[in-house]
């Protein structure tokens, strides 16, 4: 009988330890998908600019700061991104032209604006696009970052903004 007493003492301390670990492991993952969250921030290869940044634990995905107006005949647009934190994921940023009237996406499809492998660093850098101008009507710039797995993690929208004729 004392052995299966002394074997009960041994199963709930085991417990408690496995309690411990998947604790951790849950804050772990909510301080990873809260990183992911919030705004979101992205570069392109027409010409991004970057700055080093501080390293991190955790996956840091943001897109922030869109905007965008219209510039002779074309639409300008930039956001700013800061992505890096966990090495090696493949991020992608994308861009649609959403009529801002109807709601609805004035662009065929989500254009990439620029694709990014993450490093331990934090970068920062702003994305800029030109958009040829569409028919007249509101309008603004929706800039999206998604995981490798197509799953979002980040998004900002430029100020809404009219093309006239």
Same mark, same amino acid.
């Given at each position: 009988?004392?052995?299966?007493?002394?074997?009960?003492?041994? #199963?709930?301390?085991?417990?408690?330890?496995?309690?411990?670990?998947?604790?951790? #492991?849950?804050?772990?993952?909510? #301080?990873? %998908?809260? %990183?992911?969250?919030? *705004?979101?921030?992205?570069?392109?290869?027409?010409?991004?600019? *970057?700055?080093?940044?501080?390293?991190?634990?955790?996956?840091?995905?943001?897109?922030?700061? $869109?905007?965008?107006?219209?510039?002779?005949?074309?639409?300008? $647009?930039?956001? +700013?991104?800061?992505?890096?934190?966990?090495?090696?994921?493949?991020?992608?940023?994308?861009?649609?032209? /959403?009529? $801002?009237?109807?709601?609805?996406?004035?662009?065929?499809?989500?254009?990439? #604006?620029?694709?990014? /492998?993450?490093?331990?660093?934090?970068?920062?850098?702003?994305?800029?696009?030109?958009?040829?101008?569409?028919?007249?009507? +509101?309008?603004?710039?929706?800039?999206?970052?998604?995981?490798?797995?197509?799953?979002?993690?980040? *998004?900002? +929208?430029? +100020? /809404?903004?009219?093309?006239?004729?």
């Amino acid at each position: 009988m004392n052995s299966t007493y002394t074997f009960r003492s041994e #199963v709930p301390a085991s417990l408690g330890r496995v309690r411990i670990a998947l604790a951790a #492991v849950g804050l772990t993952v909510l #301080v990873a %998908a809260l %990183a992911a969250c919030g *705004s979101s921030s992205s570069s392109s290869s027409s010409g991004g600019t *970057s700055s080093g940044g501080q390293k991190a634990t955790s996956l840091v995905a943001k897109v922030s700061n $869109a905007k965008a107006s219209l510039q002779g005949g074309k639409i300008v $647009a930039s956001a +700013d991104v800061e992505e890096g934190g966990h090495p090696g994921e493949k991020l992608t940023l994308r861009y649609g032209l /959403v009529d $801002a009237v109807s709601g609805s996406r004035a662009s065929q499809d989500e254009v990439v #604006v620029a694709r990014y /492998v993450t490093t331990s660093q934090v970068k920062k850098v702003t994305e800029t696009v030109n958009i040829p101008k569409p028919t007249p009507t +509101d309008y603004l710039v929706h800039f999206v970052l998604y995981a490798p797995d197509g799953s979002y993690l980040a *998004s900002s +929208d430029s +100020d /809404v903004f009219t093309v006239g004729s």
